[in-house]
């Protein structure tokens, strides 16, 4: 590596991790703002909520990467040019391309450590929700909006469905014979016991 080579990666480096360091404030502020009032509610301790956000700063660093190394090519290049090192470098027989030649090599190497930290993500994400009391959202306590297809073609499309109750709220189901939709059932609620089964209340028959 020439003296040239060290300077363009001294220039970058220091762009790049300035920026990658200190965008994930940015993640931080965003997300706080979003869920203040579920952190209020939840009277969670500050300590708690801020290892939460300690945990997601691999995710909140490996997202800051491609922005942080377009940015540090960008001013790298801007303050060579305005302090006319390029010019020095093409009046000494150096292209524009030779002179920067070391940025991809550098590319090359922080996709690497992206993917590498990447793999610190599932790791960080399951220790915040356990942080944040977030682990009966994890064992699919609770699911919202999602649409079914029974083996007959039945569709039961279910609002909010609680595994605790059970209870649904939101149920709308269309029965089908040969693949078309024949009957429509619509209920507000619906509550589940071991003898009857699934009892649809204050609903439509269409």
């Not at 940015?26 to 290892?51: C, H, K, M, S």
């Not at 939101?170 to 014979?177: K, N, Q, R």
Request: charged share 15%; glycine share 6%; with cysteine.
């Amino acid at each position: 590596m020439t003296t040239l080579d060290r300077y363009v990666t001294r220039e970058f480096m220091r762009l790049f991790l300035l920026f990658a360091l200190c965008a994930p404030l940015l993640f931080v502020l965003g997300d706080w703002t979003e869920n203040i009032d579920t952190y209020t509610r939840q009277q969670l301790p500050i300590t708690n909520v801020a290892l939460g956000y300690l945990y997601q700063m691999p995710m909140f660093i490996s997202w800051s990467f491609p922005v942080a190394a377009l940015i540090a090519t960008v001013f790298t290049v801007d303050s060579m040019t305005r302090h006319s090192e390029m010019t020095a470098a093409k009046a000494g027989g150096i292209s524009f391309f030779r002179a920067l030649r070391v940025l991809p090599v550098l590319g090359v190497f922080l996709t690497g450590a992206a993917l590498l930290l990447t793999e610190l993500v599932p790791i960080g994400t399951r220790a915040k929700k356990e942080v944040l009391q977030e682990v009966e959202r994890m064992h699919d306590v609770m699911r919202h909006d999602f649409v079914y297809t029974g083996p007959d073609g039945h569709v039961y499309t279910i609002r909010q469905l609680n595994m605790a109750g059970p209870t649904m709220t939101g149920v709308t189901i269309e029965l089908a014979e040969n693949s078309r939709p024949v009957l429509r059932i619509s209920a507000r609620n619906a509550t589940w016991d071991s003898i009857s089964g699934w009892t649809l209340n204050d609903g439509l028959h269409r």
